[in-house]
Nanobody
């Protein structure tokens, strides 16, 4: 079993930056997918970014078009933590952000149904 705990959300003005953290505990894994999703009020949960970790060769990253060039996902295996650096934030980025993880590298990284573990979410609010 894996537990995920997000932190770092808050209120920021448009154009500002935030860094979210997701700390994993309970069991470590070196070949797995970790991702970030978000859900705005009245909308479905949507894919933001994911990293497929390959151990010694590093990881492959994937981004939704809406955040490409502004958001960066990274992983610190030594700390079992994944980060989401969000720059040039826009009001439309306002949502609850969820960290997710899965054991298998197979499958579409943008499909939330393929993830086995979820954090409780952290609110990000971007004011205009």
């Amino acid at each position: 079993q894996v537990q995920l705990v997000e932190s770092g959300g808050g209120l920021v003005q448009a154009g500002g930056s935030l860094r979210l953290s997701c700390a994993a505990s309970g069991r470590t894994f070196s070949s797995a997918v970790m991702g970030w999703f978000r859900q705005a009020p009245g909308k479905e949960r949507e894919f933001v970014t994911a990293i497929i970790w390959s151990g010694w060769s590093g990881g492959s990253t994937y981004y939704a078009d809406s955040v490409k060039g502004r958001f960066t996902i990274s992983r610190n295996n030594g700390k079992n933590t994944v980060y989401l650096q969000m720059n040039s934030l826009k009001p439309e980025d306002t949502a609850v952000y969820y960290c997710a993880a899965r054991e298998s590298r197979a499958g579409v990284v943008g499909n939330p149904a393929t993830y086995e573990y979820w954090g409780q979410g952290t609110q990000v609010t971007v004011s205009s």
